[in-house]
């Protein structure tokens, strides 16, 4: 999905943390951590994630 928004991981980390803060739920997205979910490693996100994924991606993640 990120991708097809044309992001770079680091800018996916930086609109999730922009989303956040504008939605008043702050978070510490980074490069690394969308690294992570990408290999696998992390297989859910925690749903502040979760919520700043949907706002950026306008899809609902389940």
Do not use: C, F, H
């Not at 097809?4 to 991981?9: A, Y």
């Not at 690294?35 to 992390?42: D, H, K, L, P, T």
């Not at 749903?47 to 993640?61: C, D, K, N, Q």
């Amino acid at each position: 999905m990120r991708i097809g928004l044309r992001m770079s991981q680091d800018d996916l980390a930086k609109a999730l943390r922009r989303v956040g803060v504008e939605s008043g739920e702050p978070n510490e997205a980074s490069k690394r951590l969308v690294q992570r979910w990408e290999s696998g490693i992390s297989r859910s996100p925690r749903p502040v994630y979760i919520r700043a994924l949907e706002r950026v991606t306008g899809v609902p993640i389940e």
